[in-house]
């Protein structure tokens, strides 16, 4: 892959089904490498799930050599102990994927929803619709986790594209001024 190529692994993560896909992005061009759902309804507890979170994440990672995770965060719902379960399963997929050297990134479901379809309150069916317009193939997913997954990669490329379009960011005006030397007026 040239230097502007890079592959994402998006993460819908869940401990019954997590969602994930992998995107290929060349310039411009975005095109899906893997898509699917790991499927954790029949282990016998949670850690056994947390567990299969990790070795599965590790072996997406380690069969496509990504570069970044983009994952969604999860959201406060009125089931505490649901919202648990899934922060530790996002915890899980994290350092897995931190302990090979991925950047992390982390969005909330409403900015997902946002960057794919420009509404931060579209159905996982709307998402599901646009990804199938924007990568213009059908998406054949039963899973909406999955699409959750792809949509998740598909933010962070159109976060990170609108970020070289601003441009370097400084924290100070010392540094602006060391990398724009020419624009200064004496």
Not at 39 to 57: G, P, R
Not at 113 to 119: H, R
């Amino acid at each position: 892959m040239s230097q502007d190529s890079f592959k994402i692994i998006g993460i819908d993560p869940g401990t019954n089904i997590m969602g994930y896909a992998v995107l290929s992005v060349s310039g411009t061009e975005l095109k899906v490498e893997d898509l699917g759902v790991l499927k954790m309804q029949k282990l016998k507890d949670h850690q056994s799930k947390l567990k299969e979170i990790f070795l599965q994440t590790q072996d997406i990672i380690e069969t496509y050599q990504p570069k970044i995770m983009a994952i969604e965060s999860p959201f406060f719902g009125k089931n505490v102990q649901a919202m648990l379960k899934l922060g530790r399963a996002q915890g899980v997929a994290i350092a897995a994927a931190i302990t090979m050297g991925l950047d992390v990134f982390e969005y909330s479901p409403k900015k997902i929803k946002q960057s794919i379809t420009g509404s931060g309150n579209a159905s996982k069916e709307q998402v599901s619709a646009m990804l199938n317009h924007i990568l213009k193939v059908k998406i054949n997913s039963k899973y909406l986790d999955a699409t959750d997954a792809l949509a998740t990669a598909i933010c962070h490329h159109n976060q990170s594209s609108a970020n070289k379009i601003v441009g370097k960011r400084y924290n100070d005006w010392s540094s602006f001024i060391t990398d724009n030397t020419g624009r200064v007026k004496k």
